[in-house]
């Protein structure tokens, strides 16, 4: 589908809705549907094992397969997702990261098999690996490996696959972490620098075709609800990305300078309670990437408005689908020049923004770039006390969110009269079924070509050669996503980032936090012993940002906080809980997984004799799913409904008083 010009309304950006789920067949069937509903571009999700490099069978993959996405393990699977879509005629977006070069690889793999030139191929896949040690958490290797598998992805794709955007700097999870406009442009600006450099420092691109490179480079940015704000950061972000792309690269060509970015408005605004209010902040969001034409988005895709209480059915996509398709062919949206050009309190907060950006992008420079300051723990840091100076000021009242903290009573919703049909339900033999598939895809497929190419690839990893080739060559003989990480975990080690805890607080104590932490002192002086909390995240679910925040405030009211960050088996974080001997274990988990990895920890703990040690949990968790989490045992269960972190803490106390049998 091409991108439009600013007057044609027949034909709109690239509209998509983020979508795959449970496996590659039922994923092809809701593409079609999607397709047919006039959706002009697919965006897949893929599931957290195939983000993360693993096989539906490995144990971290336990509770997650197909959960947040579609389980792709093998070249088999890509051809069953886009079975009957000619690769040819799409445009593809798969957000996929440490595992990009292999998803491509699989995609490529698939187009050739259905005769496409693959010089023809157009998409985007992100590999932004920075802000994954930023935010999502989806990382596998060090820094240095990472940004050299994106380094040989960006210069292959420039050669052989010259219309696929390579990597899609993201700075939308960066503001789903907490960063302000500022934090989210620097910080992208300087991911996009250090891509830049180690591409061009390679010497895989002659310098005379750079251009190229940086023609390709797109960007996903977030669109929260403060419009003026927002469309000035979209407009300062264009502005910036010229000026980078001329002074430090010289190129000369304005067509290869333009900021070509995506969005998808902000999920991290979308809320639990009333939840029919996330309709208006999408259109919202959606307007203010879109009303001005000198900073609007090439393709949109919407989240659902039920996002916030589980995974969204294929209606709430449509719906989300309906709302671009209007504003899109209903309006005048397109027929006229930028309405802002000229505004002075535009162009105000334009050069306000612009201002702290070039500071910000400064002071990482001089730490040596966004590779050190992510070693550093400097920008996890900023991010986590960003989101806890926010948090504060949603407490205190002085930021609303209708329905939450404001105009909070509300009439039964019928959107929800269908209570657990309300969201879309996995089948728990969805799991199962992959991992027999998986053993039957190895014991079917030749063993000898297998090895032959894992041995490549691990030998072209410990030189400089560029690895998308013998990528390429584990896919076509039937390498699985976790033999291709694996053999590059053995070459490049694995990694685990900065929590950016540490040094972050809350700030000056208000009255409430005063009085949690002096009942914490108390129970600590009762039992002889300072309070202790271990906050884990059980599991391959790297969204963070809910565990940095308990810690952040479970310290601020005097409680030990052991946080050991993302991606720990329940038997890890039951060992870590016996050998601290914490008094409560709190359990974060936003994929869905819960019900498969929470109850494991209950029983771990009983297991090894720490069975008075009470288990909460924290997430996305359904009213049916909550009631099953506590008939196992499980103490306490949170929602995004529950925002007051400092209560949260006052009912963690009560609860250890109540287990070590302290009254009053």
């Not at 600013?6 to 809705?17: A, G, I, K, L, S």
């Not at 990528?471 to 980032?497: D, H, I, K, M, N």
């Not at 008075?612 to 009631?627: C, H, L, N, S, T």
Request: hydrophobic letters at 40%.
């Amino acid at each position: 589908m091409p991108y439009p010009t600013d007057r044609e309304r027949d034909r709109p950006w690239v509209m998509r809705t983020y979508a795959g789920h449970s496996s590659a067949t039922a994923s092809n069937a809701l593409y079609r549907r999607n397709l047919a509903k006039g959706q002009t571009g697919l965006s897949v999700a893929f599931d957290l094992p195939t983000q993360t490099g693993y096989d539906p069978d490995h144990e971290l993959s336990r509770g997650e397969v197909g959960k947040v996405g579609v389980p792709i393990s093998h070249v088999g699977d890509m051809r069953q997702l886009f079975d009957g879509i000619p690769l040819a005629e799409a445009n593809t977006s798969m957000t996929i990261n440490a595992t990009a070069m292999w998803l491509l690889a699989l995609y490529t793999t698939v187009a050739e098999e259905q005769g496409a030139d693959i010089a023809k191929l157009m998409g985007t896949t992100q590999n932004d690996i920075i802000k994954e040690y930023l935010s999502r958490g989806t990382y596998v290797f060090p820094p240095g490996p990472s940004l050299r598998l994106i380094t040989d992805m960006v210069a292959w794709t420039v050669t052989n696959v010259p219309k696929w955007n390579p990597i899609n700097i993201c700075s939308y999870h960066l503001q789903e972490v907490g960063a302000n406009p500022v934090q989210e442009i620097a910080y992208s600006m300087c991911t996009a620098i250090a891509v830049l450099d180690a591409v061009r420092d390679s010497g895989q691109v002659p310098q005379e075709e750079f251009g190229s490179v940086v023609a390709r480079m797109s960007f996903f940015v977030n669109a929260g609800v403060r419009f003026v704000e927002e469309m000035c950061k979209m407009r300062a972000f264009s502005q910036l990305w010229d000026e980078i792309t001329l002074a430090r690269y010289g190129v000369q060509n304005p067509k290869h300078r333009r900021f070509r970015y995506g969005v998808q408005v902000n999920s991290l605004g979308l809320t639990e309670a009333q939840p029919e209010n996330n309709v208006q902040r999408i259109v919202l969001e959606m307007l203010a990437v879109s009303l001005s034409r000198n900073a609007r988005a090439r393709a949109i895709q919407l989240p659902a408005w039920n996002e916030a209480l589980g995974l969204p059915r294929p209606w709430d996509q449509q719906w989300a689908l309906r709302m671009q398709q209007v504003l899109a062919y209903e309006t005048d949206l397109l027929e006229y020049e930028d309405i802002f050009d000229g505004s002075p309190v535009i162009e105000a907060k334009v050069d306000e923004i612009l201002r702290g950006a070039r500071e910000e992008i400064d002071r990482v420079q001089a730490m040596g770039g966004a590779v050190a300051a992510v070693e550093s723990g400097y920008m996890k840091t900023q991010l986590v006390g960003s989101l806890a100076a926010r948090r504060v000021r949603i407490e205190n009242g002085e930021e609303t969110i209708v329905g939450v903290n404001k105009f909070d009573t509300t009439e039964p919703s019928p959107l929800q009269a269908e209570g657990a049909k309300a969201i879309e339900q996995l089948d728990p033999a969805v799991e199962k079924d992959a991992v027999a598939a998986i053993q039957r895809w190895r014991a079917d497929r030749d063993q000898a070509a297998v090895e032959q190419s894992l041995d490549a690839l691990r030998a072209a990893a410990k030189t400089d050669v560029n690895l998308v080739t013998a990528t390429l060559a584990c896919a076509r003989a039937g390498v699985t996503t976790g033999e291709w990480a694996g053999a590059l975990r053995e070459v490049f080690g694995e990694y685990r980032a900065p929590t950016g805890v540490a040094g972050v607080s809350t700030g000056e104590a208000g009255a409430e936090l005063a009085r949690v932490r002096d009942r914490v002192q108390r129970t600590s002086a009762e039992l002889g012993e300072r309070l202790r909390m271990l906050v884990g995240k059980p599991g391959l679910d790297g969204h963070s940002n809910g565990a940095e925040q308990v810690a952040v405030r479970a310290r601020d009211v005097g409680f030990e906080v052991v946080y050991q960050g993302i991606r720990l088996t329940p038997d890890q974080i039951v060992a870590a809980a016996v050998q601290e001997g914490v008094h409560v274990v709190g359990l974060s988990v936003l994929s869905g997984s819960h019900l498969e990895v929470v109850p494991a920890v209950v029983e771990g703990l009983r297991a090894a004799g720490a069975d008075d040690v009470p288990v909460v949990v924290g997430g996305i968790v359904p009213p049916d799913d909550a009631k099953a989490l506590l008939d196992k045992g499980i103490a306490r269960v949170f929602t995004p409904k529950d925002y007051e972190l400092t209560e949260i803490m006052a009912g963690i106390v009560d609860l250890v008083r109540e287990t070590r049998g302290l009254t009053g």
